[in-house]
C-alpha cells in the first residue's frame, strides 16, 4: 500500500488498559471516542469513561475561505438550472467554469494579501491553503482546456502552452525585467539572462527569446543574425490560421530539417549557450532534460517537447509524452498524478486522486458536477458497470455534509444536499434535526429549508420545542405564535388554554395585540377560536358597543366551545351588561342565561354571584319582555 493511501494513526489518551474503544456518530462530522462498557473481573466496576470527540480539520471552515464557499455555491446553483436546458448548455457551462476558476483566482490573491500582513504563527496555514488552492486552480484550467472548451481539430498545444504561461510566470518576468532595462550586453549585465532566455524557449514564447537575443554582446554575429531569422520564421500552429493539419506539419518540418542542417554545420557554435538553445529548439530530448533544473514541473517539459517535437499533437499522443515525462521526473504528488490522470483521459484516477487535496471536498465536489452537467464524465466500477451518477452524488452528499456542521455555512451545505436525487433530503432530514437551534432568526431559517422540502414533521417538532421553551420563559404570545407555525391543533389547544387559565387566575388577558389580530389562524383549533372570540369580546366591551359585545357573549356561552373551568367567568361577564341602564340583553337571551346557569352554575368560584346573577336576569327578563310587547304593539 503507497504511503498515501495509508490511513492516519490517532492515538487516544486514557483509555485504560484492555478497556476496548467504543464510538458512535454525534453530528454530521464529529464521531465519540470512549472506552467499551467492560467490566473488571474482580471488582465488576466500571471503567470511568473519558469522551474523546474525533472530527476532521475542515480548512472551509477558515474565516478567510469563507468568501470562497459562498460564491462557488451561488455558480454552483446557476449550474443546476442548467440541467432542466434541453439545447446546446456547453457555452454556459464554460461561462460557470471560467466563474469557478475566477473565484479561486480571487481566493489565492486573498490569501497572498494576508499572508503578507499576518504574523509568524498564521504563515504556514496560510501557505498551505495556498498550495492547495494553486494546485485546485491549475488542474481546473487544465480540465477546462481539455474537457471543456474543447477546439476544433482537438489539437491541445496551443491552449496547453497558454496554461504553462499563465500558472508559471516567473521565467517572462524576469524577461521583461531584463528588456525594460535595454540594455545593450545584457548577457554580461544580468547573471540571469540566458536562465530566462532558456525559461521563455521552454514555454514557446519565441517573441521574448528574440527580443533578448537582440540585447546579446554578440547580437550582431552570423550566428546570432540566424538564430533570429530561424526564430522568426518558425511555423505556429493555429486552429483558425487557414492551414490543415497536414499542411501545417509539412512546413514545420522543413523548418526543422533546415534548422537541423545548421546545428550539424556547427553554424552556432561560435557561443555554446545559443547552440544549446538552438539544440533545445531543434527538439532534442537530451537537451531538454539538461534544462529540466529550469522548470518548477514535469508538465513544462512536457508542453516543450511537445512545441518543438510535435506542435500538432492530440490527446493520445498526450497521454503518451505525460506519462513518460512524469516517470522520470519521479512525479507523485496528488496533483501531480491528478494533472496525468487528466492527460490519460482517466478521469475515474483523476477524482481519486483530488481528493487527497486536502480542501475537505470542495475541488471534487464542484469538478465533478461540472463535468457530469457536461456530459463528459462515464465511471466504471470494478465490474464494468457504470456508477458515473453515484458516484456524481456521492461527492455533493458529503461535502454538502461537511458543510451542515459548521454554525453559518449549513444553508450553503442544505443547498448542496437538496440537489442529490436519491440520498439528499433523507441526509438534510437527520442533519436538520441535530442542528443546534440558537437565536430565533437561526430557527426560522431551518424551518424555512424543512417546509420547502415538505418536511413538515421536523416543522412541527421545531415549532413545539420552540413554544414550549417560551411558556418556560412566560413569553406566552410568542408560544402561541410557535404554536400556530407548527400547524398542531392540540398544541395550539394547549396554548390557548394556558391564555384562559392564566386570565382565570389573575383576571389580565396577556398579548391582547396578537390575540385581536388572529384572524383566519383563529379557526386553527376550538379553544383558540373561543380564545379569539373572548378577546374580540373584551375588545367591544372597552369601546362601548355593548350590544355587539353582548350578542358575542351569548354566541359563546351557546357555543359548546366554552371550557368547564371558564363557565363561570362567562356568567360573571353578563352581570354587567345584565344591569346596564339600557336594555342590551333580548328575553331571549336572557333564557339561554338561565339555561347555562342551570347547567354550569355549580362552580364553586361562582356561587358568591349565583344569586346576583338571577336576580340580575329577573330584572332583564321583566324589562325585556316590556320593551319587546311595546315595539309589538307599534
Excluded at 467554469?97 to 489565492?108: E, M
Excluded at 524577461?175 to 514557446?204: F, M, P
Excluded at 364553586?604 to 354571584?609: A, G, I, L, V, Y
Aim: hydrophobic share 40%; glycine share 4%.
Amino acid at each position: 500500500m503507497d504511503e498515501i493511501d495509508r490511513p492516519p494513526i490517532i492515538d487516544i489518551a486514557n483509555i485504560p488498559k484492555n478497556a476496548g474503544i467504543a464510538a458512535s456518530w454525534v453530528n454530521s462530522n464529529k464521531v465519540c471516542i470512549y472506552n467499551s462498557k467492560k467490566l473488571d473481573e474482580r471488582h465488576h466496576e466500571k471503567y470511568n469513561s473519558t469522551i474523546h470527540i474525533l472530527k476532521p480539520e475542515v480548512i472551509l471552515f477558515s474565516p478567510q475561505l469563507r468568501k470562497l464557499v459562498n460564491e462557488s455555491n451561488g455558480v454552483f446553483l446557476s449550474i443546476q438550472k442548467l440541467k432542466s436546458f434541453s439545447g446546446d448548455v456547453r457555452p454556459e457551462l464554460l461561462k460557470h467554469s471560467k466563474q469557478y476558476r475566477s473565484t479561486l483566482r480571487a481566493c489565492i490573491e486573498s490569501l497572498q494579501d494576508i499572508l503578507g500582513k499576518s504574523l509568524s504563527d498564521k504563515k504556514e496555514s496560510l501557505e498551505n491553503f495556498l498550495t492547495i488552492f494553486y494546485q485546485i486552480e491549475c488542474i481546473w484550467h487544465l480540465t477546462e482546456i481539455l474537457y471543456i472548451d474543447v477546439v476544433p481539430g482537438e489539437v491541445v498545444l496551443p491552449q496547453l502552452l497558454e496554461w504553462i504561461k499563465f500558472h508559471f510566470p516567473s521565467r517572462e518576468s524576469m524577461a521583461r525585467n531584463i528588456l525594460d532595462q535595454k540594455t545593450i550586453g545584457a548577457d554580461l549585465s544580468y547573471a540571469t539572462y540566458w536562465e530566462a532566455v532558456i525559461g521563455c524557449a521552454l514555454h514557446g514564447k519565441l517573441d521574448l527569446v528574440r527580443a533578448l537575443l537582440a540585447l546579446h554582446s554578440k547580437a550582431d554575429h552570423p550566428a546570432f543574425v540566424m538564430a533570429e531569422n530561424i526564430l522568426k520564421i518558425i511555423p505556429v500552429y493555429n486552429v483558425y490560421g487557414g492551414y490543415s493539419i497536414n499542411e501545417f506539419m509539412m512546413r514545420w518540418k522543413h523548418w526543422q530539417l533546415e534548422l537541423s542542417m545548421n546545428l550539424n554545420s556547427k553554424a552556432f557554435s561560435t557561443d555554446t549557450n545559443l547552440e544549446m538553445l538552438m539544440k533545445l529548439i531543434a527538439g532534442e530530448q537530451d537537451v531538454l532534460w539538461q534544462y529540466a533544473s529550469y522548470t518548477d514541473a514535469w508538465y513544462e517539459l512536457l508542453a516543450a517537447k511537445l512545441f518543438y517535437s510535435s506542435p500538432c499533437c492530440k490527446q493520445p499522443e498526450l497521454s503518451h509524452q505525460a506519462n513518460s515525462i512524469s516517470k522520470r521526473w519521479h512525479a507523485n504528488r496528488p496533483s501531480d498524478n491528478a494533472i496525468r490522470a487528466l492527460m490519460e483521459s482517466d478521469l475515474h484516477q483523476l477524482i481519486k486522486e483530488v481528493q487527497y487535496m486536502g480542501d475537505n471536498g470542495w475541488f471534487a465536489a464542484h469538478l465533478v458536477d461540472l463535468l457530469y452537467t457536461c456530459g463528459k464524465l462515464k465511471i466504471l466500477d470494478k465490474d464494468q458497470i457504470e456508477v458515473t451518477s453515484q458516484l456524481h452524488e456521492s461527492l455533493i452528499l458529503e461535502y454538502g455534509n461537511t458543510l451542515m456542521g459548521h454554525h453559518s455555512l449549513w444553508q450553503c451545505g442544505a443547498s448542496y444536499l437538496i440537489h442529490c436525487p436519491k440520498q439528499g433530503l433523507s441526509r438534510l432530514e437527520i442533519l436538520l434535526q441535530s442542528l443546534p437551534m440558537g437565536s430565533e432568526a437561526r430557527v426560522n431559517k431551518i424551518i424555512d429549508i424543512a417546509r420547502d422540502n415538505k418536511m413538515d414533521h421536523i416543522v412541527t417538532s421545531i415549532c413545539k420545542i420552540q413554544g414550549l421553551k417560551c411558556m418556560k420563559q412566560g413569553r406566552l404570545g410568542n408560544a402561541l405564535a410557535w404554536s400556530l407555525k407548527a400547524q398542531d391543533s392540540g398544541f395550539i389547544t394547549y396554548i390557548a388554554d394556558q391564555f384562559l387559565k392564566q386570565y382565570a387566575e389573575n383576571g389580565k388577558l396577556e398579548c391582547r395585540d396578537l390575540l385581536e389580530n388572529l384572524g383566519f389562524c383563529m379557526m386553527a383549533s376550538d379553544r383558540l377560536t373561543f380564545l379569539g372570540k373572548y378577546c374580540e369580546f373584551h375588545q367591544m366591551y372597552g369601546i362601548g358597543e355593548f350590544k355587539e359585545a353582548a350578542s358575542l357573549l351569548v354566541s359563546l356561552l351557546v357555543s359548546n366551545l366554552t371550557p368547564k373551568y371558564f363557565w363561570s367567568i362567562l356568567l360573571s361577564d353578563a352581570i354587567p351588561l345584565l344591569e346596564a341602564k339600557d336594555v342590551i340583553l333580548s328575553s331571549s337571551d336572557c333564557f339561554e342565561l338561565l339555561r347555562c346557569v342551570e347547567a354550569h352554575g355549580d362552580d364553586q368560584k361562582f356561587q358568591d354571584e349565583i344569586e346576583i346573577f338571577r336576580l340580575a336576569v329577573a330584572r332583564n327578563l321583566a324589562r325585556a319582555l316590556s320593551l319587546e310587547g311595546c315595539q309589538a304593539q307599534h
